[in-house]
């Protein structure tokens, strides 16, 4: 099987679009990221997933902590700068939800402590510990076959 043929069959899955975020030091690190799924309800926990490559596995290492900002549909192009496939043409601005960076305009801002982590292949599974949450009432973004989708009103 090659690497293309398993990626596609990935992209079948119809997902939301997350920005996961971050903040050592006063600085925040967002990415792009919709391998995220709830895992527990008692006790309330969520798996994120984050290539060894990517800059963020360090930076959640290091805080134990993180929040995921589930988009809304007219954040494609945020989706877009923590993917780093395009440029912000302005600074992003982060609000703070119990002092956890959280993405404004999100429609669901989920705040977690890192509860335990887990290396599998070229990825390391954060399970967080879900400490406080944030909803928005408006329709998802939503990614399928490598594309941005919009929910289709029925
Ligand atoms: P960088 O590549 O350095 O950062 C990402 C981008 O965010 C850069 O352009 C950076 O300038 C910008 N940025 C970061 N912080 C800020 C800030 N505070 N203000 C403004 N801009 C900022 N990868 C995974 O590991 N797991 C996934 O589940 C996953 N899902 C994805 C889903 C989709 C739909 C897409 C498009 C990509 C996904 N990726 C996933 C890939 C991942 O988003 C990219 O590889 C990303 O570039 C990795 O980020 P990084 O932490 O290495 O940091």
Known sequence: MD?????NAMGKFATGVTVVATGAAGEVHGMTANAFMSVSLHPKLVVISIAEKAQMLEKIKKSGCFS???LAADQQEL??????QTKSQQEVVFERLEGIPVLPGAIAQITCEVSAEYVEGDHTLFIGRVTHLHLEDSDPLIYFSGKYRR????
């Open 79 to 84: 989706s877009m700068i923590f993917a780093g």
């Open 68 to 70: 995921v900002n589930i």
């Open 3 to 7: 690497d293309r043929q398993f990626r």
């Open 151 to 154: 929910l289709a009103i029925e």
